[in-house]
Every structure is written in C-alpha cells, then in structure tokens.
C-alpha cells in the first residue's frame, strides 16, 4: 500500500479541470447567446443524451496497482493504462488488451487488410475526405449483464452463498464501480488523439475561410466523442472552425449514424444470432476457466456465463480504472477466444451474417452516396432510416465541404460496412472468425493527371511513372479502416486488381447505385421471417422468400473457419 509517493511532472501541474469547449455558435460562425442558436446545432443543455452515470469512484492506479509482479517482471510505466500484466500462455509477450474486440483501446490495424500503402505520386492531389468515427472507451450500458453480474457478485459474498479464496480472494471487498454509457478518460483522449493524428494526415484539405458541418447523435458518448475529437483537430476554440449537429438517437426516431433505432427486425429475437453463436463459443473456449474459478467459489455454483461476464469486466475496468484484477485471470488462449466471441456476436447481430446488417446501414451509405454527387440524398421513402428533415438542407447535411466528419456506434459502423458490401469483411463464421471494432473508416478522393498503374512500381525503380503516359485525368477512391488500405477489388469485382487497393470513383458509384435494392429496407426491417438457422445468412439480408422452404431446416455447420480480420 502506497502511502505516499513524490511525482515529478516535467510539464507542469497539470490541470485538474476539464475545460469545456462547447459554446452556443450561429452557422455564420459568430459565438452568440443560445437563444438565437438555429436548433440543430444545440450542444448544450444535451438532448436526448442517454443515461449519463458516472462510476462510483475514481481511478487510483498509484494505490491499487500491483505492478511490478515479482523479480522476473519488467517494470513497465502505465500508459496511462497497466497493461504488463503476467498473462499464463503468452509466450509471445503480446498484449491481451489488442484481443478485447470493440472494447480495445484504439491501435492501428497491424497486418493490413492485403493490400500495401503507396505514398502519392506526384501530380496527384486529395480533394476530398470522408471520416467515419466511433465513440472512445466507456461505461457498459446500466442494464448490461455485467452490470447484473456485479450485483449479483456482491450479494452472494454478502449472504454467505459464495465465499471466494486464491485467486478469487479478492471478490471478498470487489464492488461493481463503473458508471453507465458515457465516455471514460481513456475514451476521451482517443478521441483527441484521433483528432490530432487526423490533422496530421489531412489539416491542409481544411478551407480557413469556412466553418465546416460535422454530424454526430445526441448521445452523450457520441456528442462528446466528436467534440473531443475537434479539439483535437482544431484546438478547444474549434466552434469557431465547425458546427456540429447532434442527430436525435431515440428508439423509433430515423438516423443512419444509429440505423437500428428504427429497424424493428434489428433490436428483436431475429438479429441475436450472433449472441447465440457466441454463447455455444463460451461454453467451449472457457470451460476450463469455468472448472478452475468454480474450485475457488467456495459452494456458489459458478457457470460458464459468470467466466464470460467475469472477462468482459476486465476491459470494462481497465479503461474505467487503469487495472482490473479480472484480467489476469484467464490464460492468453481465452483470451483470444474472447476476441472471437465478439467477432461472432458483431457477424451475426450487425454484419453479413444478420437478417438486418445491409438494412441498419443503408441509410449512411446513400448519405454517401448523394453527397459524392454533391446533392442531397432523395431516397424513396421507406427504404432507409434517413431522417429526411436532417437531410433537406445544407445547414445539416452539408454539401461540397473538403472534410467530412460523421459519428457514430461501433456496431452501426459494422452494418455500414455491410450495406457497402465489403464482403471480404464477411466470411461466414464458425463459433471459431471477423472482428469488427476500432473502426476509423476513411473514404479518400484522389485525383490523377493520368491514370495510375495498376502494378506500382516499388522504390527501387524511384524513376518509373506511376502513371499511364496515354490517358486523361481520372479520379480514386481510397478506402482506409484503422489506418490500413482496405482493397476494393476484393470485395468489388468490378474494381481492377490494384497494388494500392484504390478503384475508379466513377466504378464505385456505379456499383453503389445498387446497394438500396440489395439492403431491401422495409423487409429486412419489418417482414416477418423466421429466425436463420446459424450461419445460414452470409449477405446481410433476411433468407429470400422463395429460398425459405429449401433452406430451413437443418443447422449448426459452422465452425470451419478461423480466419480472422483485425479492424
Ligand atoms: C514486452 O512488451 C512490452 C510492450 O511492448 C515492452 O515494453 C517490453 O520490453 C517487452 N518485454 C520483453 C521481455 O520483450
Ligand atoms: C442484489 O441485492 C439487491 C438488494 O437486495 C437486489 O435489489 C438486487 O436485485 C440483487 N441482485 C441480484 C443480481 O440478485
Ligand atoms: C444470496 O443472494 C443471491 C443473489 O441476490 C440470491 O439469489 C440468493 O438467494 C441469496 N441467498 C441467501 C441465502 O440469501
Ligand atoms: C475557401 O472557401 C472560400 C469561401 O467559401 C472560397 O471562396 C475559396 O475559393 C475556398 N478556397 C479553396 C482553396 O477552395
Ligand atoms: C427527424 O429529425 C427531426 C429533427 O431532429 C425530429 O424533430 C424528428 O422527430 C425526426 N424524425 C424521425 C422520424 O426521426
Ligand atoms: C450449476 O450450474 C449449471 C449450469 O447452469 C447447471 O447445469 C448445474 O445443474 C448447476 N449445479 C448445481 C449443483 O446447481
Ligand atoms: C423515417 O423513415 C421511414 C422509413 O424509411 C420513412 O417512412 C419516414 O418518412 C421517415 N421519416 C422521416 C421524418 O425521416
Ligand atoms: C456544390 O458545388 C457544385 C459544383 O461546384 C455546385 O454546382 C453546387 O451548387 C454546390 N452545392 C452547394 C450546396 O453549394
Ligand atoms: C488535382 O489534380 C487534378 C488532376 O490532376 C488537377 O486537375 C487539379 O488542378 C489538382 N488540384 C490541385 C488543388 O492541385
Ligand atoms: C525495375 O526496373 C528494371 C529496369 O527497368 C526492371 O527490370 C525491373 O523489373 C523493375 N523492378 C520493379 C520492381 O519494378
Ligand atoms: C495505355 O497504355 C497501357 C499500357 O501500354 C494500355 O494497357 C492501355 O490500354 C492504354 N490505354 C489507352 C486508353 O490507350
Ligand atoms: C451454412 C448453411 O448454409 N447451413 C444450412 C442452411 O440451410 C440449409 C437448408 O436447411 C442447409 O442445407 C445448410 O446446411
């Protein structure tokens, strides 16, 4: 126990205030009192924000943690996480903190997605780039099974039921201390930081003379989330770079940012096959993790759904707190199964592998969509969840702007990449496959005097054109999750088969004309379908009507691949 400690900071003191950036902003710009605000652009007082709990105590790492762990352990500083922990079976001196699936810290993708990364050639320019952003770390959501679990944890010690020894001893003082659904410190500074390496990459595209539109919901995570991120990006005075308009996420209400807020199908028994797949997956990956944490719970029958709601505390707690003495508890291996049970939970209740994926994301595709047109989506009504007020005017769907920043859910953004038909982020999944978190999702515009080669030459032959000596001017698009190049052609035929994954805009709008019909809104949404058998939807759709009566029937084939995707 730490009573007191010196700490030298070579800054400065730091600042114990959160300074907060939002003012009231008129969409000429000017700071104004907030009864002249034109309503869209109302930051404050928050509407529509959610449940905003804040967690029961504050983070003491100085105290609670335990690192160094005895005399073989390096002494690693925290990051401002503890992430060294002695983990059973890591051999490779990895980090558990990268298999958390949506609940990891951000890092880059680290692999790729098969395709290289070209610098621009000279003579080429980005005219125009397309942000789409996910919330930062925060609290589970107040009616979550951990939170559930935590109750149920303190009331069994209390009782009697369960009197926990070894490395459960702990459980004896544990209390369940975290919040609900707003932004932890760590998920505000990956926001910033998210900011702050987006101006590196992009600060020249913006125009000094204009004051930018960028979109985001009204929930507290997603407002905050985007406003942390302009700051970083811009500086706290950023109102005076951007207005932001908060889109109301509210069940029933239309907004592509959270599709599913009204796509019935979406939050039904018909869209859950991924939590089904995931629960045959737990019983497998942790029962032995079950056996060893039972022998410590002195009587408490402790099953397999208290070994997983156990491991999703972990990183719950971590961003909460810096330390969770749930992390430790499972072995590398489970660890890794934990990654594969999200990635099965977000294929089969938000990707290809949903009866609703195409349909929660269609809506944010044709905003896409119209905006690389330069107009204003004008989709039939009844074919997607665009909230056609939000859409009407530049004011809030804003038009012929060199950066666009939208926000939006981790599982939404897994629908969108779904409605674009990427397929090759769909493989089916066995209860062994895609992840589908820590997406940055970046869509560039980039202009050619020529066209490019598709074969680019490598830096040995510095001196070789990238580009066709006999063509016109032509015009790509890039596509970018996580900072690594996702190759069009893999999942669009139509595409030529290029070293920089990049496709011809004109060819990505011409495919693109025909994701509306493909997403079949109204009944993916609303039919009535009987539940998939599990892995029996691999496009994002409900099974076709007159495949219904072939199809049905039989089941659980599903555990050939594990091939992995890391967003
Ligand atoms: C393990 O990884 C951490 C973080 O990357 C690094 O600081 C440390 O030096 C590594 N330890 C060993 C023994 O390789
Ligand atoms: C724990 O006990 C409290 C108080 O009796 C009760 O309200 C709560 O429902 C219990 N939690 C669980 C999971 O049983
Ligand atoms: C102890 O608490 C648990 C969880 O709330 C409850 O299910 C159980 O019945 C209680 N047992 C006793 C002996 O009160
Ligand atoms: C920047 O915006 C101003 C005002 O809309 C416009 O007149 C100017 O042409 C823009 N500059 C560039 C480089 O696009
Ligand atoms: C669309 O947005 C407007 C403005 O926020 C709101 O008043 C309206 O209720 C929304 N409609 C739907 C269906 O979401
Ligand atoms: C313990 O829980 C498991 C899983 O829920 C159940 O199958 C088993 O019957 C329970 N054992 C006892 C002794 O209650
Ligand atoms: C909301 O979406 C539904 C389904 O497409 C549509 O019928 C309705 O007109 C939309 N309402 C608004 C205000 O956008
Ligand atoms: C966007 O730019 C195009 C081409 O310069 C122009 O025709 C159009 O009117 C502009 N739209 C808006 C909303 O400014
Ligand atoms: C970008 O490239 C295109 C095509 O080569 C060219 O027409 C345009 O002038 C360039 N724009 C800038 C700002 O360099
Ligand atoms: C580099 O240029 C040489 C000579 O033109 C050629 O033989 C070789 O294939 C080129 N290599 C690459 C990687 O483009
Ligand atoms: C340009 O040259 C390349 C390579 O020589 C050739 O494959 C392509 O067909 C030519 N394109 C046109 C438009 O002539
Ligand atoms: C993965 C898959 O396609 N599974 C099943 C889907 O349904 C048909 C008909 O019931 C089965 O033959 C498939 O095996």
Not at 253 to 271: H, K, V
Not at 336 to 361: H, K, M, W
Not at 455 to 465: D, H, Q, Y
Request: glycine content about 8%.
């Amino acid at each position: 126990m730490v009573s007191s400690r010196l700490l030298f900071l070579s800054g400065g003191l730091a600042s114990a205030a959160v300074l907060d950036p939002r003012q009231a902003t008129t969409a000429s710009g000017e700071t104004t009192a907030s009864a002249t605000e034109p309503w869209y652009y109302q930051t404050t007082p928050e509407l529509f924000a959610g449940p905003t709990t804040t967690g029961l105590i504050a983070p003491f790492l100085a105290q609670t943690n335990p690192a160094p762990w005895g005399a073989e352990a390096s002494f690693v500083p925290n990051a401002p996480l503890e992430t060294n922990l002695p983990i059973q079976g890591n051999t490779n001196n990895q980090s558990i903190f990268q298999l958390h699936g949506q609940l990891s810290s951000y890092f880059p993708n680290p692999i790729g997605f098969g395709s290289n990364e070209y610098p621009l050639p000279p003579g080429a320019n980005i005219s125009t780039v397309h942000l789409l952003h996910r919330h930062g770390a925060r609290y589970p959501t107040g009616t979550s099974s951990v939170a559930s679990f935590g109750s149920k944890i303190q009331n069994i010690t209390a009782n009697g039921t369960a009197k926990w020894t070894g490395d459960l001893g702990f459980l004896n003082n544990w209390k369940y201390n975290l919040g609900a659904e707003i932004l932890v410190a760590r998920g505000r500074q990956e926001l910033f930081d998210s900011g702050v390496l987006f101006y590196y990459n992009y600060g020249a595209l913006y125009n000094t003379s204009t004051k930018i539109i960028a979109r985001t919901t009204t929930q507290d995570r997603m407002l905050k989330s985007a406003e942390y991120f302009m700051a970083g990006f811009f500086g706290l005075e950023w109102t005076q770079n951007a207005s932001l308009v908060p889109i109301i996420e509210q069940n029933n209400f239309n907004i592509t940012l959270a599709g599913y807020m009204n796509c019935n199908n979406s939050n039904n028994y018909l869209s859950t096959g991924g939590n089904n797949a995931s629960v045959i997956w737990e019983n497998i990956y942790l029962a032995d993790a079950t056996k060893r944490l039972k022998a410590l719970a002195g009587g408490y029958n402790w099953t397999v759904a208290d070994s997983y709601n156990a491991q999703t505390l972990c990183p719950y707690e971590h961003v909460a707190f810096g330390y969770s003495q749930w992390c430790d508890l499972f072995t590398y291996e489970e660890w890794q199964g934990f990654e594969y049970s999200i990635d099965l939970q977000f294929n089969g209740n938000n990707g290809f592998g949903s009866p609703t994926g195409r349909a929660v994301g269609i809506g944010y595709v044709e905003e896409l969509y119209a905006r690389l047109q330069g107009h204003l989506p004008d989709v039939p009504p009844g074919t997607t969840q665009i909230n056609t007020t939000m859409v009407a005017s530049t004011a809030t769907f804003p038009l012929n702007q060199t950066l666009y920043f939208d926000f939006s859910h981790d599982t939404n953004i897994f629908s969108i990449i779904t409605a674009f038909g990427l397929k090759q982020f769909g493989q089916p999944l066995g209860p062994t496959g895609p992840p589908a978190n820590r997406q940055l999702i970046v869509w560039e515009i980039i202009h050619t005097p020529q066209p490019l080669k598709a074969i680019r030459p490598t830096s040995p032959n510095a001196t070789a054109s990238d580009f066709y000596a006999n063509g016109t001017a032509t015009t790509y698009i890039h596509l970018s999750i996580s900072q690594r190049t996702v190759p069009l052609y893999k999942s669009y035929p139509q595409c030529e088969e290029r070293d920089d994954g990049w496709c011809e805009l004109s060819t990505v709008l011409e495919i693109w004309s025909g994701l509306l019909d493909q997403a079949e809104y109204d009944y993916s949404c609303n039919g009535k379908y009987p539940a998939a058998a599990p892995g029996n939807i691999t496009n994002g759709v409900p099974i076709s009507k007159r495949d219904l009566g072939r199809r049905f029937g039989s089941g659980l084939e599903f555990y050939e691949s594990s091939d992995r995707w890391v967003l």
